[in-house]
C-alpha cells in the first residue's frame, strides 16, 4: 500500500500539518508515526495574537485551551504591561484533538529505523511507501548551523488560594542572572494553577533541573504562593541560531523534506515555533504533495527564504551572546521592551522591518560596541572557527 503522505514524528509541527489536511484536504491518505505512547509531548506551546493572521486564528483555535488579552515584563529598571493578546495550548489538549481527528491514521508506539524521501522502515522491520515522507522529528545537531541555548524546565503547580494573576508574566528578569540572560515564564492557567518557567539563554551547560525546581520554588514563595501540588514537569532546550550556512546545511539533507525544528522553523531569537509550524502547515496544504522530489525543490526554496528572513535576529543573537558580559544580558531585553507596543509585536511575529531593525540597532547600546560590532561580522559557521 502506498500512502499519499507520511509524517515522521508527532511534535508540534507535523501535528499541525495533519490537523489542517483534514481540514482542507481530507481525501489524502496520510499517515503520522509516533514512536511515543501519545502524540504531542509534554509541552506548552504559546503565541502572540499578531503572529497569526485571522484565518489561521481561527482554524487553530479548537486546539487553543487559554487566551490572555495582555501580558506583562518585569526587568530591574522597567515593568510593562503590554496590551497584545496571547494564547497557549497544552500538549494534552493537542493529543486529544489529533487523535480524534486523525483516527487510525494515527500510529503511535511505533519507533522508526530509517528515513527517505518515499520509504519509512519501523524499527520491527515493516517498510511504509508514499508519495511524500516529512520528517519532523526535532531538531538536529548540524556543522552548518552555530547555536546557543534557551534551557528551561516549567512547572505546573495548583496552589493552596488563588493567585491573583490576570495576564501572563512573559519575563521577569528580576531574579539572579547568573552565567547568562535569566527570566521566569508565568503563565495563570486558572484562578490557582500557574505554570512557572525558570529559563536561561546559556552558551555551554545548561543549570541541572535540581537547581531549575529550586528557583521555581524560590520565585512561589517571594510571590506569596503556597504550593499545594505540582501537577505536571517539562523540560527542554530550545536552539538560539547565532550563525548558518543554509545552502550547505540544506544540501546536506539530501532531498528529504524536513518540518518543524529539524527543519530550522523556529524563531531564531525567542525560540518560539508555533507560528512557523503554522505558515508551514498552511504552505503544505497549497502543494500538489504528490511528488517528493518536487516538495524538496520548493520546499528548499520556501526554507532559505525563511533562513534570509531571519538574518536580523541571527545578528541580534550574536550581539546578545558575544558581546557584552554574560549576567548583563538582560540589559539588552529591558532596552528593546521600552520599545512601541507595535514594533515588539512585529518582531516575535518574525515581521520587523527596515525601520524596525533600525530602531532597535540605533543608540546608545548596552554592550560594548566593538564587541558588539566583531559580533555582527561572524555570521558563517566558519567565523566561528577562527580566532574572534
Known amino acids: 500500500m502506498k500512502h499519499d503522505l507520511i509524517l515522521v514524528g508527532g511534535g508540534l509541527a507535523n501535528g499541525l500539518i495533519a490537523w489542517r489536511l483534514r481540514q482542507v484536504r481530507p481525501e489524502l491518505d496520510l499517515v503520522c508515526l509516533e514512536q511515543a505512547p501519545r502524540i504531542g509531548g509534554n509541552h506548552t506551546w504559546s503565541f502572540h495574537d499578531t503572529d497569526l493572521t485571522p484565518a489561521q486564528q481561527h482554524w487553530l483555535a479548537p486546539l487553543v485551551v487559554k487566551r490572555w488579552p495582555a501580558y506583562h515584563v518585569h526587568f530591574p529598571n522597567l515593568s510593562r504591561r503590554v496590551a497584545s493578546g496571547y494564547a497557549s495550548i497544552t500538549s494534552e489538549h493537542f493529543a486529544e484533538r489529533l487523535e480524534l481527528a486523525l483516527g487510525p491514521a494515527l500510529r503511535t508506539h511505533c519507533a522508526v529505523s530509517q528515513v527517505s524521501a518515499q520509504q519509512v522502515t519501523l524499527a520491527g522491520g515493516e517498510r511504509l511507501q508514499a508519495r511524500v515522507v516529512i520528517d519532523g522529528r526535532g531538531a538536529q545537531a548540524s556543522p552548518h548551523r552555530v547555536l546557543g541555548q534557551q534551557a528551561f524546565l516549567g512547572q505546573v503547580l495548583r496552589m493552596m488560594r488563588p493567585h491573583g494573576l490576570s495576564a501572563p508574566i512573559l519575563m521577569d528578569a528580576r531574579v539572579y542572572q547568573g552565567q547568562g540572560y535569566r527570566f521566569v515564564y508565568?503563565?495563570?492557567?486558572?484562578?490557582?494553577?500557574?505554570?512557572?518557567?525558570?529559563?536561561?539563554?546559556?552558551?555551554?551547560?545548561?543549570?541541572?533541573p535540581e537547581q531549575l525546581r529550586g528557583h521555581i520554588a524560590e520565585y512561589a514563595c517571594q510571590h506569596g504562593w503556597q504550593v499545594h501540588a505540582c501537577i505536571r514537569e517539562e523540560h527542554g532546550v530550545l536552539p538560539i541560531t547565532l550563525a548558518e550556512d543554509f545552502p550547505a546545511w540544506w544540501a546536506a539533507q539530501g532531498g528529504q523534506p524536513l518540518a518543524g525544528l529539524r527543519a530550522g522553523l523556529f524563531h531564531c531569537t525567542t525560540g518560539y515555533s508555533l507560528p512557523e509550524a503554522v505558515r508551514l502547515a498552511d504552505w503544505l496544504a497549497q502543494q500538489p504533495l504528490s511528488d517528493a522530489d518536487g516538495l524538496a525543490d520548493q520546499l528548499g526554496r520556501y526554507l532559505h527564504r525563511r533562513w534570509r528572513d531571519q538574518s536580523f535576529y541571527r545578528l541580534l543573537n550574536r550581539m546578545l551572546f558575544l558581546a557584552g558580559r554574560p549576567d548583563d544580558r538582560w540589559r539588552v531585553m529591558e532596552r528593546f521592551h521600552?520599545?512601541?507596543?507595535?514594533?515588539?509585536?512585529?518582531?516575535?511575529?518574525?515581521?520587523?522591518?527596515?525601520?524596525?531593525?533600525?530602531?532597535?540597532?540605533?543608540?546608545?547600546?548596552?554592550?560594548?560596541?566593538?564587541?558588539a560590532l566583531r559580533a555582527a561580522l561572524r555570521h558563517s559557521p566558519q567565523s566561528f572557527k577562527e580566532p574572534a
Open 338 to 371: 521600552r520599545l512601541p507596543e507595535p514594533l515588539i509585536g512585529r518582531f516575535y511575529a518574525g515581521h520587523s522591518h527596515w525601520r524596525d531593525r533600525l530602531r532597535i540597532l540605533v543608540g546608545k547600546p548596552p554592550v560594548p560596541v566593538a564587541e
Open 186 to 208: 508565568v503563565l495563570p492557567l486558572s484562578a490557582d494553577t500557574l505554570l512557572i518557567e525558570d529559563t536561561h539563554y546559556v552558551d555551554g551547560q545548561p543549570p541541572e
